[in-house]
């Protein structure tokens, strides 16, 4: 489903960044054309270096320094000012990355509950939205455990679950089982991919496993700056 037109949900066109190390430019993304659709989930492929994780950055409205087009819901976001960055990430995002990257004070349901909040949602509304993700992804029974309470594979299903409170348009995941086993990474990623397809979100994947990115519903590779 490469929606090329303006119903995608993620659109870049001529998407670019360049840093300068030692008086030398490199060119990390050098004209990255992609459109994700409604609900449709694409693996990000790439060797380590290729500019995955620049590419999520810039698309998640996480750094600045590139040129190009981004849409996200149809809205140009690339020239959006910091108060306008922040509010498309927090009403049309969620973020998952390789570590949970979880409050170490909060438990697994604060954790959950509390960009909810921020968002505007009522604290009974957030619980019970921040409840029904963590049981569906298994933790039912560890919903006031904190993290250093919990597994590996548990922290990573916290983490998915706050990415997806908000029912975001976009989900971008950087590596979200890169730091569990492989069985754990196995089980995790089967949970992620069931409850972004039952959220309807689309999502964004960065991944060098291959075999994940085959369960996804489409794969685009970037190499040496461009996608193929």
Known sequence: MNDANGSAVLQTVGLKRSFTQGGQTIDVLRGVDLAVGPGEIVALL???????????QAVGLLEGGFEGSIRVDGVEVA??????????????????????????????????????????????????RAEELLTGLGLGGRLTHRP?????????RVAVARALAN????????EPTGNLDEATADIVFAEFLRLVRGEGSAALVATHNERLAARMDRVVRLHEGVLE
């Open 46 to 56: 790439g060797p380590s270096g290729s500019g995955k994780s620049t590419l999520l």
């Open 79 to 128: 020239k959006l000012d910091s108060a306008g960055r922040t509010e498309t990430r927090r009403d049309r995002m969620g973020f998952i990355y390789q570590f949970h990257h979880l409050l170490p004070d909060f438990t697994a349901i604060e954790n959950v509950v509390l960009p909810q909040l921020i968002h505007g949602a009522d604290r009974p509304t957030a619980e019970a």
């Open 148 to 156: 250093n309470q919990l597994s590996g594979g548990e922290q990573q």
């Open 167 to 174: 029912r975001p348009a976009l989900v971008l995941a950087d």
